[in-house]
């Protein structure tokens, strides 16, 4: 399991009771995402000629798997598919207008999360303040890796693999809007921003759109 037994029925009894007193969003974090990224087979033509081996071993595995309709982070919720149907089915449930909140990938990422063939939720990732994501080692462009992620991933609407920052959520009676804040730099001392991006999803839709 990805949180033990007593923390799953915790969680399954707050969703219920959370969308019994008729709050608007259930928001839960977490440590890893939930969403599911499968390796494209054409990864291998994006790592720079000086990629590790360790990187390109990783890389093969992640082909492998989602040949087998596996999700490339076993360390995340991809490397626990039952525990992710518990609760996402606890979602379903409750009838839940279920945010995950999430990070530890170094990279920005927006899912549209599924169950049993069903919408159940939304996933908004944080991107790192600092630590290299994928362009540390690919040699082509960000948006060519994120075509080709999403391309391989139903799941994934959305995602940005190069650029530093943090995300900024903002609730209301009728969506959940996030941002993704993107530094200038991070080489110096100095806020400048980049051009954000913005999505949000309705309540009762489990929908994403670009805002």
């Not at 054409?42 to 093969?60: K, N």
């Not at 009676?173 to 913005?198: C, G, K, L, Y």
Request: proline share 5%; with cysteine; glycine share 8%.
């Amino acid at each position: 399991t990805m949180m033990g037994t007593a923390q799953e029925h915790w969680l399954a009894k707050g969703m219920r009771a959370s969308t019994a007193a008729k709050r608007r969003w259930q928001v839960v974090g977490s440590g890893t995402i939930m969403g599911q990224t499968f390796t494209p087979p054409q990864t291998p033509d994006w790592l720079a000629p000086d990629a590790s081996e360790f990187i390109r071993r990783r890389v093969q595995a992640g082909i492998a798997l989602a040949r087998a309709g596996i999700p490339n982070n076993l360390d995340a919720w991809g490397g626990y598919p039952a525990a992710r149907a518990r609760l996402l089915s606890a979602a379903q449930r409750a009838n839940a207008n279920l945010v995950m909140l999430a990070g530890d990938s170094h990279n920005a990422w927006a899912y549209e999360l599924a169950n049993g063939g069903r919408r159940a939720g939304v996933e908004f990732a944080g991107h790192a303040v600092s630590s290299p994501g994928y362009e540390s080692v690919a040699k082509v462009a960000p948006a060519t890796v994120a075509a080709g992620l999403i391309k391989a991933s139903p799941e994934l609407k959305w995602c940005d693999t190069s650029r530093r920052g943090y995300m900024a959520l903002t609730l209301t009676p009728q969506a959940a809007t996030n941002e993704w804040v993107f530094m200038q730099t991070i080489a110096t001392r100095d806020i400048a921003t980049q051009p954000s991006h913005r999505m949000r999803v309705r309540t009762g839709t489990a929908t994403l759109e670009t805002v």
